[in-house]
């Protein structure tokens, strides 16, 4: 359990609509990622975080922003939803040292 | 293209036999190489990795073979459970300043592993 928490577990929303996301996380890692997972399509970066207002984009970054104001805290934000977008959202931290990556429990999207 | 291949997108497996995963790759970049188990409704969860000066990479059931020449790995699952039923996704990445994305993942599509009883 690498303290890693997504809110809202599970959202319907409207096309033209502002989502945000939220990853929380508990143990100070400096590096935090959003991935997107589709059928056939496996897990796809979308941004990741390397610090405090340090962002970058990652495979399938359009129609996303994302920002990280605390250490704890990495926002993925839709700002107006399409049903191209729905989708299951997992965040990730990585474990210093490594390149190893530790999940939430993931985000269930649907855009309407 | 996919840089990170997994060609079978099933494999089913008699419980107690030996289960097979294959992940081939294209970028002579990726240093490190990971295994992740995801069960639906769950995030995906870290198995075992292996780093690219090493072949093999043990620990309990679980086996991760590479061959570097070949650009392959494999997971091996000995004996395999019911309870291993799940989408097994391979990722790589390079350690090494790569891009400016320095030890970010690339993730395979999955195989989906189904052990019957």
């Known amino acids: 359990d690498a303290g890693i928490t997504q809110s809202p577990r599970h959202k319907v929303t409207e096309t033209g609509t502002p989502v945000t996301l939220r990853c929380h996380q508990t143990?100070?890692?400096?590096?935090m990622y959003w991935y997107r997972q589709d059928p056939g399509h496996g897990l796809r970066l979308i941004h990741y975080?390397?610090?405090?207002?340090?962002?970058d984009k990652g495979e399938v970054s359009d129609g996303y922003s994302v920002s990280r104001s605390k250490t704890e805290d990495f926002l993925l934000t839709l700002e107006s939803a399409t049903s191209s977008q729905t989708s299951v959202y997992f965040c990730?931290?990585?474990?210093?040292?490594?390149?190893?990556?530790?999940f939430g429990p993931g985000t269930r999207l649907t855009v309407l | 293209d996919q840089q990170v291949k997994q060609n079978s997108p099933s494999l089913s497996v008699q419980e107690g036999r030996i289960s097979i995963l294959n992940c081939d790759y294209t970028n002579s970049m990726f240093d490190y190489f990971l295994w992740y188990k995801k069960y639906p409704a769950e995030g995906p969860t870290f198995l075992i990795s292996?780093?690219?000066?090493?072949d093999k990479n043990e620990d309990g059931r679980f086996t991760v073979f590479l061959n570097k020449s070949a650009k392959h790995l494999s997971l091996h699952i000995v004996p395999s459970q019911p309870g291993d039923s799940a989408v097994y996704f391979c990722a790589a990445s390079a350690a090494s300043n790569y891009g400016g994305s320095q030890g970010n993942l690339i993730f395979g599509k999955g195989t989906k592993l189904s052990v019957k009883p």
């Open positions: 975080s390397y610090g405090v207002k340090d962002t």
């Open positions: 990730a931290i990585r474990q210093v040292g490594t390149d190893t990556q530790y």
């Open positions: 292996i780093s690219s000066i090493k």
């Open positions: 143990e100070n890692h400096r590096y």
